[in-house]
């Protein structure tokens, strides 16, 4: 069964790979000037996507994607009904979450922040 779980698992990595590939891409290409590299190569990933309406968006970004969902909906779902230890932990989360409710609220808004001031900071270096 741990087998059958960890070929699932790369399933979805690599089913999740184009559309992460693109998004990724069009992340890097505003980060510089697009004849700079990485930008240059990101520019021509986006634009290889967008050359093929079909399989960029059609395929890499719908449908792979779904099935990835669909897929992992399904492993999970049945996991959970066969799995009284992953039903066990599940619950001892969420007793620590609320618990621990407004420290993990303050982590994740410092999470926030850091994240907000990594991307006004790469906003100042690119102007």
Not at 13 to 41: D, G, I, K
Request: with cysteine.
């Amino acid at each position: 069964m741990k087998t059958a779980k960890n070929v699932i698992a790369l399933t979805e990595v690599l089913l999740l790979f184009p559309a992460s590939l693109f998004m990724t891409a069009l992340f890097v290409r505003n980060l510089q000037p697009s004849q700079y590299e990485p930008a240059r190569t990101a520019n021509r990933v986006v634009d290889w996507f967008s050359a093929r309406p079909f399989f960029g968006l059609d395929i890499f970004l719908v449908t792979l994607p779904l099935v990835a969902l669909l897929l992992g909906c399904v492993t999970v779902l049945r996991s959970w009904w066969r799995d009284a230890a992953l039903r066990q932990a599940t619950l001892e989360i969420f007793a620590s979450v609320r618990a621990h409710f407004a420290t993990l609220l303050i982590a994740g808004a410092s999470l926030v922040a850091a994240a907000i001031l990594f991307i006004v900071g790469l906003h100042v270096i690119t102007d």
